[in-house]
């Protein structure tokens, strides 16, 4: 399977709250991002979180991570329609290269 | 603009032509990353230099391709013979290499976006 896993769409309404999930296999990553990328454009580092960290929050955003089932969220609060992009999931190890998922395609209906 | 910059931001070639895309990081970042990203694909990684070394290449980095940072500030990346699996977009990132500092926070550019007919 992939190193990094994340479902490719997520469909929500203006101000519900969105929640993007990611699931990686390498217990060895010691901290993972989320990136956000809009149209023709580059990549956005949102948020990270170290692996011996468990919660972030970052106004609207909140990074949750269970290193025992490798798994991490991003909930987007009040989710917004400018927020609608491709989320990305990527863990780093050594050389703090970043691995990347494939991506979360973010549609927020008015 | 004191981000990333990548020129240019489209290049049409035929195959086996040559091409030569520019990358100008932020000026206080001494590391600088190139990825590849294919459409429905998250980026790969394809190497990356502190200051002029090229300390690290991808397997995907085959011998068509060549990266250069001569000065330590703006880099090159360059492909031989093109052929159509290369269009992608190829992105360039930053960041600061200070051992403890911020060495995870890479910003990106725009991009250049490859097509290969």
């Known amino acids: 399977g992939e190193d990094v896993e994340q479902s490719l769409f997520l469909s929500v309404r203006e101000g519900d709250s969105s929640v993007i999930n990611c699931t990686y296999t390498?217990?060895?990553?010691?901290?993972l991002y989320w990136y956000k990328q809009e149209p023709g454009a580059g990549l956005q580092l949102l948020t990270y979180?170290?692996?011996?960290?468990d919660m972030k929050q970052d106004q609207r955003l909140t990074v949750l991570l269970n290193k025992k089932d490798k798994h991490l969220s991003l909930r987007i609060a009040d989710t917004q329609t400018g927020d609608s992009a491709i989320y990305f999931c990527a863990r780093g190890g050594g050389s703090y290269i970043p691995t990347f998922g494939r991506g979360t395609s973010l549609i927020v209906h008015p | 603009d004191t981000g990333v910059s990548q020129d240019p931001r489209h290049k049409i070639t035929k195959r086996g032509q040559n091409v030569t895309f520019r990358c100008d990081p932020i000026s206080e970042h001494n590391r600088l990353y190139w990825y590849r990203q294919t459409l429905g694909q998250g980026p790969e990684f394809l190497t990356y230099?502190?200051?002029?070394?090229?300390?690290?290449k991808s397997r995907l980095l085959s011998d068509r391709f060549s990266a250069e940072r001569p000065k330590g500030s703006f880099s090159t990346l360059e492909i031989q013979r093109t052929e159509q699996g290369d269009s992608a977009m190829y992105l360039c990132?930053?960041?600061?290499?200070?051992?403890?500092?911020?060495?995870?926070?890479?910003?990106f550019g725009p991009g250049t976006r490859l097509t290969v007919t």
């Open positions: 230099f502190q200051n002029e070394a090229q300390l690290e």
């Open positions: 390498d217990s060895s990553s010691t901290y």
């Open positions: 979180i170290f692996s011996n960290m």
């Open positions: 990132a930053s960041s600061l290499g200070n051992f403890g500092s911020n060495t995870y926070e890479q910003y």
